[in-house]
Every structure is written in C-alpha cells, then in structure tokens.
T-cell receptor, first 114, second 114 residues
Framework: EPEVTQTPSHQVTQMGQEVILRCVPI?????FYWYRQILGQKVEFLVS????????KSEIFDDQFSVERPDGSNFTLKIRSTKLEDSAMYFC????????????FGPGTRLTVL | GENVEQHPSTLSVQEGDSAVIKCTYS??????FPWYKQELGKGPQLIID?????GEKKDQRIAVTLNKTAKHFSLHITETQPEDSAVYFC?????????????FGQGTILTVHP
C-alpha cells in the first residue's frame, strides 16, 4: 500500500542552524501539507501546498519557514534559523484532492534544537 | 477559525469493553470529520471519517456518529483489544478552507487492559 515517507526520522541541530526536512508524498496525490506536534500537544497545521505554491499557511509559518517541491517526488520544509521552540515532531501529509480532505500522514521527523 | 475540543484526555478500559471519545467543533459549516489513530513513534493514521450529509458510519468495530445540530461527533470502538491502545485525534476543516487544512482536537490516550 502506498505511503508517505519522511527523512530523517530524527534531526538534532544547534539553535540558529538551518534544517531541511524531506518528504515523499504518495505518488498520485496533488495536495501536500506540513503539520507539527510539540511533545504532548495536539497536531498543528503549518502549511498546505498545491500546484507548486503555498495555498494556505498558519500564523506559526513565519518567514523562517519555507516549502518547496524541487522535483516530481520530494516535498521539503526548510527552517532557516532554528529556535529552541521549533523542537517538535514534523509530519508531512498528502491528499489526492482537497475536497475529499482524506489526508495520509508520514511517520514524522523529530526535530531537536539544542 | 475552527475550534475542536476533545474529551476525555485519557480513557482506560478493559479488553472487550466499548470506548467512546467525543469531540465538539465550533464552525457550523464544517463538513468533514476524520478520526486519526497515532501509535507511539508513528504518524497519525486515518481510521474512519464522516461527512456532514450522514449521521453515522461504521467500519467493523469502529463507528463514528455526527450530530450537526449540537456540533459534535463521536468515535465508538466496540470489543476493544489491546492493540487499540493508542492516541486518538479528531479533526475538522474550517469552513472556507479550500485546500484541506485540518484543525485537530487535543487527543485521547486510550489504554485497553488485557
């Protein structure tokens, strides 16, 4: 069964450093998302991406964040200058169509900022 | 924006018993209500969903009910098994969201004791 994959599973970085989290969505899906989950808290929406551009973003998704689909398979989240409070699980999700809202999540990347 | 409240935060049952988790939402125009199961170290997995044009949906031991008037929906798990132990999240998309953004509840830690 097709699934969303994410790499790395765990990323440790120093405050102020840039990180890139990578995702490979399900191949025939058109809508892509990033969510984050701070330890013990709810899953929070960051950004949605369709047709090679951001379609919606939350207030969390400020100028230090960016997303990109550099080729036909990868979808990346870049955090330019990490802060301690960016430590969280980051989940990528994809959906075949927006209106169905059926989103399939990857296993996540645990980001630890020291 | 959408506000989703989920109760209880923890639920402990004996194997074979039923478990019920409830969510309320604020946006009366929301039309899609998924439930996700998150096992330790994994991403959320869609287990069942319901759309606003139906009141109940079943899939084997799992069912979801929706009360649009009261703006709440519930997850019912019958004949619980130890492997049902996980964190369960409800979610809803805010109205006016065209690209599938989901707002999640706080999560329920379900423990099924053998």
């Amino acid at each position: 069964e097709p699934e969303v994959t994410q790499t790395p599973s765990h990323q440790v970085t120093q405050m102020g450093q840039e990180v890139i989290l990578r995702c490979v969505p399900i191949s025939n899906h058109l809508y892509f998302y990033w969510y984050r989950q701070i330890l013990g808290q709810k899953v929070e929406f960051l950004v949605s991406f369709y047709n090679n551009e951001i379609s919606e973003k939350s207030e969390i998704f400020d100028d230090q964040f960016s997303v990109e689909r550099p080729d036909g398979s990868n979808f990346t989240l870049k955090i330019r200058s990490t802060k301690l409070e960016d430590s969280a699980m980051y989940f990528c999700a994809s959906s075949p169509e927006a209106y169905s809202n059926e989103q399939f999540f990857g296993p996540g990347t645990r980001l630890t900022v020291l | 924006g959408e506000n989703v409240e989920q109760h209880p935060s923890t639920l402990s049952v004996q194997e074979g018993d039923s478990a019920v988790i409830k969510c309320t939402y604020s946006d009366s125009a929301s039309n899609y209500f998924p439930w996700y199961k998150q096992e330790l170290g994994k991403g959320p997995q869609l287990i069942i969903d319901i759309r606003s044009n139906v009141g109940e949906k079943k899939d084997q031991r799992i069912a979801v009910t929706l009360n649009k008037t009261a703006k709440h929906f519930s997850l019912h798990i019958t004949e619980t098994q130890p492997e049902d132990s996980a964190v369960y999240f409800c979610a809803a998309p805010p109205s006016g969201t065209s690209y599938g953004k989901l707002t999640f509840g706080q999560g329920t830690i379900l423990t099924v004791h053998p």
